[in-house]
T-cell receptor, first 111, second 118 residues
Framework: QKEVEQDPGPLSVPEGAIVSLNCTYSNSAFQYFMWYRQYSRKGPELLMYTYSSGNKEDGRFTAQVDKSSKYISLFIRDSQPSDSATYLCAMSIYNFNKFYFGSGTKLNVKP | GAVVSQHPSWVICKSGTSVKIECRSLDFQATTMFWYRQFPKQSLMLMATSNEGSKATYEQGVEKDKFLINHASLTLSTLTVTSAHPEDSSFYIC??????????????FGSGTRLTVV
């Protein structure tokens, strides 16, 4: 069983839609949860970083962590074509120590 | 913010040759650099962790003699793929934990290197 599971998609939505991206994990020791956006042939860029359970909002992005269910989500409101990318979840036990990545979900926002 | 410059962005080499990939932290000191490889439609797989001035720590299954990592300074880490073979073709990405003064920029990635071995 993989440490982190993520649906690879692709996920195709119309512009303006609310997007929900999810990851599940098996290791209850994970405490730090991150979402990265990766454009084709580029390195990942950090979008959201949360610690333990709860919600965090930053502009159009909201990250949710449910440790009891071992489930994390990233919501994108008012999605834009520029949001089209692969979104990777990542988690670690200690702060910015070894990361475990999901396989990434490819998102396509159609104009 | 913190920037990691990685180059080359892509390289094609012949089987049996060696390829060096460089990662530089441009505006911060990277005491720790992480090297990943990524296959198409797969997640990033950590290959090794390098600390400035010491030997790299390799993940299980990664050949340390094949993937040579050097982290000789606080701003430069290199990955050399020795005697490359077609199965080494992949996307290689470095990452550094960035801290500039009191600002913690977390985990900053380079732009990646696409290696194709023919």
């Amino acid at each position: 069983q993989k440490e982190v599971e993520q649906d690879p998609g692709p996920l195709s939505v119309p512009e303006g839609a609310i997007v929900s991206l999810n990851c599940t994990y098996s290791n209850s020791a994970f405490q730090y949860f991150m979402w990265y956006r990766q454009y084709s042939r580029k390195g990942p860029e950090l979008l959201m970083y949360t610690y333990s359970s709860g919600n965090k909002e930053d502009g159009r992005f909201t990250a949710q962590v449910d440790k009891s269910s071992k489930y994390i989500s990233l919501f994108i409101r008012d999605s834009q074509p520029s949001d089209s990318a692969t979104y990777l979840c990542a988690m670690s036990i200690y702060n910015f120590n070894k990361f475990y990545f999901g396989s990434g979900t490819k998102l396509n926002v159609k104009p | 913010g913190a920037v990691v410059s990685q180059h080359p962005s892509w390289v094609i080499c012949k089987s049996g040759t060696s390829v060096k990939i460089e990662c530089r932290s441009l505006d911060f000191q990277a005491t720790t650099m992480f090297w990943y490889r990524q296959f198409p439609k797969q997640s990033l797989m950590l290959m090794a962790t390098s600390n400035e001035g010491s030997k790299a720590t390799y993940e299980q299954g990664v050949e340390k003699d094949k993937f040579l990592i050097n982290h000789a300074s606080l701003t430069l880490s290199t990955l050399t793929v020795t005697s490359a073979h077609p199965e080494d073709s992949s996307f290689y990405i470095c990452s550094a934990r960035a801290r500039v003064g009191r600002e913690n920029y977390g985990y900053t990635f380079g732009s990646g290197t696409r290696l194709t071995v023919v």
